[in-house]
């Protein structure tokens, strides 16, 4: 019998999972603190001396090992389209739905301000997309030529736009000394999103040169390529839970994840827009979408969520005390390693948490609009997400709060929000043992078997 | 065939009928029953027992819709057209008003609504000042029961002394720019045709104008009329009230329109009592020498019909003006008096009609409506409706829409995965007929190369549809953002798709206010682009409430205003000669 060992190099924890997947099993799952920002393979040897107890060291020798990385704020991309609706839409799905980060993003034409704030932001990749095939050109040239001819960003740049230009754009960015990859247009028709060609270039992107943690070169001898970023492996999971893994099981249904952490809160959803009845505007939504909010977190971001949702935490227990709660939340900001002491910072964690699910399901999903014009039109804009039917909460901040449930529950439309596009009632669950990485990265391998770790995985979540 | 589940139809529980029962005898208790100086005049306590005589006496009914936005003006309209008829020894027996979308929504909720160009109550007194007018029977048809307001504005319609209440149709395609709740809306319809049942012996009389529903939605008109007797079930056989229909703005062949309102009075089991004939409005332009014989030509046939088979239908003369703009209060009586002087000719007219060949073409109708109406009703039984609940059936109708009920329900059968119509509506013969001219006029490759962006400003999709059609046929690249388009999308796509044209279609009397913003937009995203704008080229003035042509306007905003798809084709073709003249210089 053969193990798939599975690791996750995040910057506080390196996490492992060690899977029997012909069995569907779980032997093992363990983390330790993570030491990539030293040496990345301490972390990595310590658990697999925990994986050498429960299996043996031949079956750890024998294993098959896959990686994903978090580490150091993970992928950090800048997205570039041509219009905010369109181009830009698509390109930032492509980004998510690969795991990354979007620090900046643009549409329209470039002018020296914003090369400046690209400059600043420092990315890893820049991805620059626009104009249907056979569409624009001159807005994408302009920007190709402000990007290349000013040198003003060092990253890998993925060209994803009109085909018509392609080689021009990689020949001026190669001129220019920047290195531009190029790939399928993400948005060649107008009903049309074409991700998955740009995220391969992405990840592969990920794979030779970004990971954030010293010591890869002796990383690599254990694990082989760090395959993908994190977020791309439990984007992955979440689509084989909610469609199954094309054997028997059907999955569980359109769902939504949500993973809070310190400095960010990732929401995913996995369903089919459906139409609302209504037009609906823009580029094609995704079937599994991913968003990243940079503000909501419970530690480095928590002062921002707090900015962000200050109406909210102050409801019910922190009525009357804003100046105490905000100073409560600038400590978690200065002091990322902060663990509440007493039954007050316990319950802020829980109010937090819950308000970065509220705000964020709120940023993710779609919403019916007034459309333009006299008449009384609706029109759609963003995902549908009402037939979601499941909820997962995953990450510390859920899985360790005594009320799971109630933090995920903030995900549901409230009665008199009915121009939000989420659901009114969903049943909630939490990836105890933290697995959904494990199930996305090993899906490749044996879809079932991960499909059903994944699904071992989930526990109804309680309300305390 | 799509998976649909009762659970996806019916999202939250609607109460039993029962219970919506008991709340309609609650609230409407105590209510006032106006009385209007119509039935004064005639001793009568309802418009439908008025409808009963007529029948049996067959004098022809008259209907008038007026349109104004104040209850002074309206008021002002209907003593001047009552004081003229009389005057000509003429008759006008009812008028519609034409209540303002603002009114189906409660008060408080107003504010988020624009106010369109129809008539707004400011108060109780307001209803009963118009109502009561003039000795002719007011008609409460527009934005009443089936909106979000049902049961107030019934009271008010009540205390009105109104008996022709309306609209079932409303309820399926009327929508509002704001979340609501819609289960509430459906309960509170279903009560409100509850009240007008507990009422039915006072001559209430459910009014549905299948012209503002799906009726005006389908290609078939079998599936039109068995749409009717699907009403007539919900209306009468489950909630206990009458129903009349009102249909014809979408029907141009005069025989048709007489075997229709036959063919209803055969699902009504002979004991039809009709609102009113609507005007062929579709033939209309904005060439009023021509829409004079229009009028006159469906009235005439309207006329014989009912002479020859009454079915209680008042009929309605519409002004020449109507498709360009709300029609004056002298449009409209010169429409009445053409209609009253017409009913000599039509009498003459109906001893020589081939009754057999209309009553073949209703019999055609009547059959597919049968399978319409069995198969809708068979298919809400398969997904678990409950076929006792009216409001159950009619929420689950309404989600269903249109196209899915005419493909999985239809009475035509199935070619090529189409269902070929029993009988197509005029609507589907005109537009047939409009494409296949237009295209015989355009070669191939005129245009190709060329890239631009089609839209509607409104739900109206038939004119842009026509227009991509010619142009793809040119060779042109057509990026369609289909319907209800608003400036920032056109703009954007014309970005994305590097258009060099964007043709808009609207028929909402937005044109100019949206020419207005679409420029201002296209400027805001530094594109010079092309703008051709067609269809129907009006807007209210700010002082006044008559829709004007904002042709001349357009144009000098730089718009190129037309109304022909050839004429698009040779004006692109024109322009991309310059601009290819202009690259070689």
Redesign the interface.
């Known amino acids: 019998m053969g193990y798939t060992i599975c690791f996750d190099f995040g910057s506080t924890y390196t996490k492992m999972a060690v899977l029997d997947l012909e069995n569907a099993e779980t032997a093992v799952t363990s983390r330790v603190p993570s030491t990539v920002k030293t040496d990345a393979v301490q972390g990595l040897k310590a658990n697999l001396e925990i994986a050498a107890k429960y299996i043996g060291e031949e079956a750890v020798r024998s294993a098959h090992m896959l990686a994903s990385s978090s580490a150091a704020g993970g992928l950090r991309m800048v997205v570039v389209g ?6 830009l839409l698509a390109g930032m799905n492509t980004a998510l739905g690969a795991g990354a980060r979007v620090i900046r993003s643009y549409y ?2 470039l002018d020296d301000k914003k090369l400046e704030e690209i400059r600043e932001a420092n990315p890893s990749i820049l991805l620059l997309c ?3 095939d ?6 994408l040239w302009h920007n190709t030529e402000m990007l290349a001819g000013k040198r003003m960003v060092s990253c890998p740049v993925i060209y994803a736009g009109n085909k018509k230009i392609a080689q021009e754009v990689r020949t001026k960015f190669l001129q220019s000394g920047i290195e531009c990859y190029l790939t399928d247009n993400i ?1 060649p028709e ?1 009903d049309c999103l074409n991700a998955g060609p740009a995220q391969k270039v992405i990840h592969n992107i990920f794979m030779n040169r970004i990971t954030g943690m010293r010591g890869m070169n002796e990383v690599r001898k254990y694990v082989g390529d760090i395959v993908m970023p994190t977020p791309a492996a439990v984007l992955r999971a979440g689509t084989l839970l909610a469609k199954g893994s094309g054997n028997d099981e059907t999955g569980i249904g359109s769902c939504m994840l949500f993973d809070v952490g310190g400095a960010t809160t990732d929401v995913y959803s996995f369903s089919d827009n459906l139409p609302k ?1 209504m ?1 609906a ?1 823009g580029a094609p939504e995704p079937f599994a979408k991913r968003s990243v909010e940079g503000d909501l977190g419970l530690r480095s971001s928590a002062k921002s969520l707090f900015e962000n949702a200050r109406g909210f935490i102050l409801k019910g227990h922190f009525s009357g005390s804003e100046n105490k709660v905000e100073e409560m939340c600038v400590r978690r900001t200065r002091q990322e390693a902060f663990l509440p002491d007493n039954e007050e910072e316990t319950a802020l964690d829980q109010k937090l948490a819950e308000a970065a699910v509220y705000t964020s399901a709120r940023r993710h999903c779609g919403r ?1 609009e ?10 759609q804009n963003g995902k549908n997400l009402t037939n979601v039917k499941t909820l997962i909460g995953t990450g510390g901040p859920i899985i360790f709060r005594k009320q799971p449930e109630k933090v995920l529950r903030m995900a549901l439309r409230k ?1 008199e ?3 939000l596009l989420l659901p ?1 009632h969903a049943d909630c669950f939490v990836d105890s043992r933290y697995l959904l990485f494990a199930a996305g990265l090993s899906a490749e391998e044996n879809p079932g078997g991960a499909y059903q770790i994944a699904v071992n995985s989930l526990k109804r979540a309680g309300d305390g | 065939m799509p998976q649909i589940t009762r659970q996806g139809l019916i999202k939250k529980e609607l109460p039993s009928f029962k219970e919506m029962q008991l709340y309609a005898e609650q609230v409407s208790e105590g209510w006032k029953i106006g009385r209007s100086p119509f039935m004064d005049a005639h001793g009568i306590k309802s418009e439908r027992e008025y409808k009963e005589q007529c029948k049996k006496t067959g004098k022809i009914m008259r209907h008038a819709h007026i349109g104004y936005n104040s209850a002074e003006e309206t008021i002002a309209a209907i003593q001047y057209i009552y004081r003229e008829l009389q005057a000509r020894n003429a008759s006008l027996d009812r008028f519609g008003i034409c209540l303002d979308v603002q009114m189906g929504v409660p008060e408080e909720q107003r504010q988020n609504i624009p106010r369109g160009a129809g008539l707004v109550f400011q108060s109780e007194e307001e209803w009963i000042r118009v109502a009561q007018a003039a000795p002719v029977m007011v008609h409460f048809g527009d934005n009443m029961i089936g909106t979000l307001n049902s049961i107030e504005n019934l009271r008010l319609a009540f205390a009105a002394g109104g008996t022709t209440i309306g609209n079932v149709s409303h309820y399926y395609t009327y929508e509002y720019p704001f979340p609501y709740d819609l289960n509430l809306r459906t309960e509170r319809m279903v009560e409100a045709f509850c009240i007008m049942g507990l009422y039915k012996d006072r001559g209430m009389l459910v009014h549905s104008n299948l012209d503002d529903g799906f009726g005006a939605l389908f290609h078939d008109l079998a599936d039109t009329l068995g749409w009717a007797k699907l009403e007539k079930h919900i209306v009468e056989d489950l909630i206990g009230a009458k129903l009349g229909h009102c249909f014809g703005n979408l029907y141009s062949d005069p025989v048709l329109r007489i075997a229709f309102s036959f063919a209803l009075d055969d699902i009504n089991g002979h004991d039809s009592c009709g609102t009113m004939i609507y005007g062929n409005t579709t033939d209309f332009d904005t060439d009023f020498r021509k829409n004079y014989s229009v009028t006159n030509g469906y009235l005439l046939g309207d006329m014989i019909g009912q002479i020859h088979r009454p079915t209680g239908h008042a009929l309605n003369a519409v002004p020449v003006s109507e498709a360009a703009r709300i029609p004056s209060r002298d449009e409209i009586l010169e429409a009445q008096i053409m209609s009253n002087e017409l009913e000599r000719y039509a009498r003459m007219y109906e001893p020589y009609m081939d009754w057999e060949k209309i009553e073949s073409c209703e019999k055609k109708l009547l059959e597919g409506a049968e399978v319409f109406y069995h198969n809708t009703l068979q298919e809400l039984d398969r997904i678990g409706i409950d076929l006792e609940n009216p409001a159950e059936i009619m929420l689950a109708l309404k989600r269903l829409g249109p196209d899915y009920l005419e493909r999985y329900c239809g009475a035509g059968k199935v070619r090529e995965e189409e269902r070929i119509p029993v009988w197509p509506t005029d609507m589907v013969k005109k537009i047939t007929k409009i494409k296949e001219n237009a295209l015989r006029h355009i070669s191939q490759g005129e245009l190709t190369g060329t890239r631009l962006v089609i839209c509607s400003t409104d739900v109206h999709e038939f004119g842009k549809n026509i227009v991509g059609s010619v142009l793809k046929k040119a060779g042109a690249s057509v990026h369609d953002i289909g319907t209800d388009a608003s400036p920032a999308e056109i703009a954007e796509t014309a970005i994305e798709t590097d258009s060099q044209y964007i043709v808009v279609s609207t028929f909402n009397g937005v044109a100019k206010t949206f020419a207005r913003n679409l420029l201002d937009t296209l400027g805001k995203y530094q594109l010079d682009v092309p703008v051709f704008m067609g269809g129907l080229l009006n807007e209210n003035r700010e002082d006044g409430n008559l829709p004007v042509d904002v042709t001349e306007e357009l144009k000098q905003m730089g718009i190129i205003c037309t109304k022909k798809a050839e004429e698009i084709v040779e004006i692109m073709k024109e322009r991309n000669k310059t601009a290819r003249d202009r690259k070689t210089t």
């Open positions: 041509l219009t905010e609706k369109y181009s329209g034409i626009g104009g249907t056979e569409g624009n050109v001159d807005r948005f107008l009845g037009k505007v019916v007034n459309a333009y014009g006299k008449d009384s039109v609706l029109i009665p929000e009915k121009e009114e």
